[in-house]
């Protein structure tokens, strides 16, 4: 997070303390959602210990449909690869959704603040140039 004045600086901490958490940018975790009997994949955009910001291709959910999803990582020893969460949708446009989660305890919380804290710190393998 980047600021150029205080003003601005204490209005994004300000945000951060409502949304209860940091929000982290992720690049290839995704989640799993089940509306009408049919089970759907999104991308997330953004992700917090108190919900997250999905990019979809298919069916939007409605503002206020209370969902149960699954956000899904690479399996790793220390840290849930797997975090099943039932969610609340606060936000809807055409090609994305995003979520409050519900019932996280705090021990979950932690767990997920973990994980994320891990996704955000792995580097990243390129090719390398034949």
């Not at 409605?62 to 936000?91: G, M, N, Y």
């Amino acid at each position: 997070m980047y600021a150029d004045q205080l003003e601005e600086a204490e209005q994004k901490l300000e945000t951060t303390k409502r949304r209860n958490g940091i929000r982290f940018k992720l690049y290839g975790p995704s989640i799993e959602y089940s509306m009408n009997d049919q089970k759907y994949r999104g991308t997330i955009i953004d992700l917090s210990i108190s919900g997250c910001s999905v990019e979809v291709k298919e069916t939007v959910p409605a503002l206020a449909q209370e969902l149960t999803i699954l956000l899904l990582f690479d399996t790793h020893d220390r840290h849930p690869s797997h975090f099943q969460i039932k969610t609340r949708v606060v936000r809807a446009t055409t090609s994305a959704f995003a979520v409050q989660f519900l019932d996280l305890d705090s021990d979950r919380q932690e767990q997920l603040y973990q994980r994320l804290i891990h996704e955000v710190g792995r580097t990243v393998d390129f090719p390398q140039p034949t």
